[in-house]
């Protein structure tokens, strides 16, 4: 088995060899070579696939461990009772916290989805003199909607007003400025 340091020197052996295993982990390169056997290979394959699973579990423990530690003072910590805790309890402590986290980061990224869906802010493309059953309204971000409600007309007139339409428990509701709000549908 040869083993070169320099990654000069080794890279210039691999070229020359032909059957090169290099491996990296950390800063150091490691070449294995044996002609004719499988040995090396699966030995690399190996020391590559524990190279890349990062620390020890042991190390990832003792982490997470540090991970409610990390985020209060020692007074806290103590004062929280948190001392008398063994290492494994801290852990479990530490894994329970990133689960809520998660949790919480979840829902509030799926509230966040659902208010963008279920609110609209623009602007109606033109003056307003008013709404009828079966006019169209549109608006400056390139929607269009018509009343939901057949016998309905509100009237008003404004230039370019400002128009929020948002989901409520009965379907969409435009509101334009203060001057009028009514239950709308899209138009496709």
Request: one cysteine or more.
């Amino acid at each position: 088995m040869n083993q070169h340091t320099s990654a000069g020197g080794a890279l210039r052996f691999a070229h020359l060899t032909g059957l090169p295993h290099l491996l990296r982990c950390g800063t150091s390169v490691l070449i294995l070579m044996k002609k004719n056997t499988i040995f090396p290979i699966l030995l690399a394959l190996a020391i590559a696939v524990g190279c890349s699973l990062g620390p020890a579990p042991a190390a990832r423990a003792q982490n997470e461990a540090a991970g409610i530690q990390q985020a209060m003072t020692p007074t806290e910590f103590r004062a929280a009772g948190l001392e008398k805790l063994t290492p494994g309890e801290l852990t479990k402590l530490n894994a329970w916290l990133q689960g809520y986290r998660e949790k919480a980061e979840k829902k509030a990224a799926a509230r966040e989805a659902k208010t963008k869906m279920t609110l609209i802010v623009s602007r109606i493309d033109g003056v307003w003199n008013g709404a009828v059953t079966g006019q169209i309204i549109r608006l400056e971000d390139g929607t269009a909607w018509k009343l939901a409600n057949s016998g309905e007309h509100y009237s008003g007139y404004a230039d370019h007003p400002a128009v929020a339409i948002f989901k409520s428990l009965f379907g969409w509701k435009m509101r334009v400025s203060s001057i009028a709000e009514f239950y709308v549908l899209p138009v496709k």
